[in-house]
């Protein structure tokens, strides 16, 4: 895949990388319909995913429910008991800043 869910799935590789450098990416869960599989994100624990759909990337923060929010980035997976995730639309902007205070939070709550 080459348009602009790649470009959001390498801002977000890039801004996780730089908050948390330690962070391990792995590609899990393939399958013929994503040979590439899903790129998720762990340190002491998983911090993320980024899955592409045909119109979004979905970013999933496997503690989510338990992070603060407090720029309101969660837009999706609200009602979910635990995780919490962020929807990104073709030219949607992503408040760097805000996610990148996910990755630390995501990475204190991991380390408990």
Known sequence: MSD???DAIEQ???LILAAEPATVEEAKWRKASNPDGVPTFSLDGLICTAETYKDKVKLTFAQGASLDDPTGLFNASLDAGTRRAIDL???DALDEA???AL???AVARNRG
């Open 4 to 6: 602009w869910r790649s």
């Open 12 to 14: 977000v590789r890039t």
């Open 89 to 91: 639309f073709e030219g």
């Open 98 to 100: 805000a996610f990148t």
């Open 103 to 105: 990755v630390h939070a």
